[in-house]
């Protein structure tokens, strides 16, 4: 079976057509959507009435999957699979999350660029995010093309990250939105991990720049100077012409490639309406220090 790709987008990002996912996809079409995330990074399945079991068979068909979630309040669980993340504005009942609820504080976090379980010692491979409830305005999710943003590097600036460790938690990404009170067991369970500053894609031949708003530090690199380096990169590689800005309808299960990618939620009135997205998470094979360079 011939997949068709219909480009969203000049650099990346594709609408795959004739899949009705609530069948598991046997390896030859998983074979086929691989390479079809090789080459476009973001791929949207559009009209897929999936459940949470239906969701979960298709990532475990593409890959092991993630096993923990990286989140507070870890024992408040709406969800019936434990590795699947909920990411939506709803408390335990179905109701929207109060206003100065502490989860929705830590979920604000996904309004800054970020690649999924960067903080983690082996981060993501694939997200799939399912939209069973969608607002009526805003609410995007962007995602900004690493591989792009790298090849526009100068090569002097490519010679200087190529070597270059950073280090990566959700205590840092979550203090650049002045969230900072965690238990002692969250603290433990977020320490800061090492990553590559630069990753090499195998199944594409590219390399990408590997930010995250995880990243606090780089290593050998006064704290100051790191950050003001990573605000610059980060300019530079959310330029408008690396976005494509997703809008979404009910049902799109959109996947994305957290090796080559960055993504963030756009903002919506999430005290007023409600939006429920559940997402299964692949997991890459080693920590990316372990990974090849190039
Ligand atoms: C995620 C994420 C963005 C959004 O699911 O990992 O960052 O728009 N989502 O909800
Ligand atoms: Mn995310």
């Excluded at 598991?24 to 074979?31: I, L, M, Q």
């Excluded at 694939?126 to 093309?145: K, N």
Aim: glycine share 6%.
């Amino acid at each position: 079976m011939a997949l068709q790709f219909s480009p969203l987008h000049p650099l990346f990002a594709a609408e795959v057509h004739g899949l009705d996912l609530r069948s598991t996809p046997g390896p030859e079409v998983c074979a086929e959507i691989d390479r079809g995330m090789d080459r476009y990074g973001v791929l949207v399945f559009r009209d897929q009435a999936l459940d949470d079991d239906q969701q979960m068979a298709f990532g475990q068909a593409l890959g092991p999957l993630e096993q923990d979630r990286g989140v507070v309040d870890v024992h408040k669980n709406r969800l019936k699979h434990h590795n699947m993340a909920d990411i939506s504005n709803l408390d335990l009942d179905g109701s929207l999350l109060a206003a100065d609820d502490r989860r929705r504080m830590f979920n604000l976090g996904n309004r800054l660029w970020h690649s999924d379980s960067s903080f983690k010692k082996t981060p993501a491979k694939y997200s799939m995010l399912h939209g069973r409830v969608v607002p009526p305005d805003g609410a995007d999710t962007e995602f900004a093309d690493m591989r792009a943003a790298w090849d526009a590097l100068a090569p002097a600036m490519q010679r200087k990250l190529l070597p270059l460790q950073t280090w990566h938690s959700l205590i840092y990404s979550r203090a650049k939105l002045g969230f900072v009170e965690y238990t002692d067991e969250e603290r433990a369970r977020f320490a800061p991990v090492p990553q590559r500053m630069v990753r090499f894609h195998p199944g594409s031949g590219r390399r990408s720049l590997y930010l995250s708003s995880h990243i606090g530090r780089i290593e050998g690199m006064q704290v100051p100077e790191a950050m003001a380096l990573l605000r610059d990169l980060e300019e530079h590689a959310t330029q408008r012409s690396f976005v494509y800005a997703h809008k979404w309808r009910l049902h799109d299960l959109v996947m994305w490639d957290n090796r080559s990618l960055l993504h963030r939620a756009r903002a919506f009135e999430d005290t007023v309406h409600k939006r429920d997205m559940r997402r299964v998470t692949l997991t890459d094979c080693a920590p990316t220090l372990e990974q090849r360079a190039g």
